[in-house]
């Protein structure tokens, strides 16, 4: 974009977002599940951050710590979405398009309507079950909090259903 913000701001974009309190269950459940099986950076930084935790619940409320935290949101995976959708500096969402994983068949019929393409979506990876998918009240309220950006500009109020 800085080469030609003009041209960017009034192409077409898209990205896809996910329900914050889904998406870091799903984060710490793939990164937890990954420690120590290879050098990957990935495992080696699940390893060191996330080997001392023994379930998501744990991890959750050791997000209360502000320095947990700070180490935490500074991975990839963790940290907020609106970080990825967001000039630096503010809050105004850059992609013309923000489709939910939610939503992830219609959203991308959409973008493929709106570029003019005629694509199947393909599913490369199937989702996998990450054990049972709970939340107590505070672990809602802290990722809430953790999230706040994210929950609001993007309109999602607390986990999805629960299996």
Sequence with gaps: M????????????FAFVRNP???????????????????????????Q???????????VLALRSEDTWR?????????????WLCIPGSVELCPSYIGR?????????HITEELGLHVALSCERKLQSDGQKMFTGK???IIGDRYRSDAETLKYSGPTEQR
């Design 49 to 59: 951050y996330l080997g001392g935790f023994e379930d998501f619940e744990a991890f």
């Design 101 to 109: 994983f939610e939503t992830l068949a219609d959203d991308f019929k």
């Design 2 to 13: 800085a080469a030609d913000r003009d041209r960017f701001l009034n192409s077409f974009s």
């Design 71 to 83: 180490k935490i949101r500074r991975w990839p995976h963790f940290r907020p979405q609106l970080d």
């Design 139 to 141: 672990m809602i309220e």
């Design 21 to 47: 309190w889904d998406r870091l269950f799903s984060a710490f459940n793939y990164l937890h599940a990954s420690i120590g099986i290879n050098a990957s950076r990935d495992v080696r930084w699940a390893t």
